[in-house]
């Protein structure tokens, strides 16, 4: 099936520090999800958008939908060392099933 | 507390020995779906369900199967196992097909001998 892009494939920063990684797709979607996924663990719903152009904030994560609903992107601020774990990002049209990216791996170093 | 919840975590078995990981979810959610987690490869469907009775085949549905026959449940039968189907496996569910958040369970680690 179809896989959606994200950059960077993994990323290493310094506690305190602000991030920013990015979703592409190839196809049109109607909605963007963002997930925080910790080894072993189920993918954690952080942020749904529903309408392009649409800015989200939940804490000190922001994700934004893509006025070409072709990507999104997600921001995290003042990184912390709980914040360390695989940020990936699914997308869907109505109707179908969800696209999910490969994700991108967050390290925080103290 | 909402929740999706699958049984057991954690599986250890035989190739052969058929076998059930349980999913549930008690939202009321009329999809659900099965995912297997394989690094490199990142999530892959295996099967979902748009409502009671309802199911169809995802991107990797070969050595599995599904039945939906409560709201509720969404079991994942493997009949027989074999060591190529050794993942994480996760359910997840939506309020409504084709639309909507979708919610994933804990996940079950399957290791087949």
Redo the contacts between chains.
């Keep these: 099936g179809q896989q959606l892009n994200q950059s960077p494939q993994s990323m290493f920063i310094q506690e305190g520090e602000d991030v920013s990684m990015n979703c592409t797709s190839s196809s049109i979607f109607n909605t963007w999800l963002w997930y925080k996924q910790d080894p072993g663990e189920g993918p954690v719903l952080l942020i749904a958008l529903y309408k392009a152009g649409e800015l989200t904030s939940n804490g000190r994560l922001t994700a934004q939908f893509g006025i070409t609903r072709k990507d999104s992107f997600l921001n995290i601020s003042a990184s912390i060392p709980s914040d360390v774990g695989i940020y990936f990002c699914a997308g869907q049209i109505y109707g179908q099933n969800f696209v999910f990216g490969p994700g991108t791996r967050l390290s925080v170093l103290p | 507390e909402a929740q999706?919840t699958q049984n057991p975590r954690y599986l250890i078995t035989v190739t052969g020995k058929k076998l059930t990981v349980t999913c549930s979810q008690n939202m009321n959610h009329e999809y659900m779906?099965w995912y297997r987690q394989d690094p490199g490869l990142?999530?892959?469907?295996i099967y979902?369900s748009m409502n009671v009775e309802v199911t169809d085949k995802?991107?990797v549905p070969e050595g599995y199967k599904v039945s939906r026959k409560e709201k509720r449940n969404f079991p994942l039968i493997l009949e027989s196992p074999s060591p190529n189907q050794t993942s994480?496996y996760?359910c997840a569910s939506t309020p409504w097909?084709?639309?909507?958040?979708?919610?994933?369970?804990?996940?079950t680690?399957l290791t087949v001998t």
């Design positions: 999706v779906s990142g999530l892959r469907q979902y995802g991107d994480l996760f097909t084709g639309f909507g958040e979708q919610y994933f369970g804990p996940g680690r």
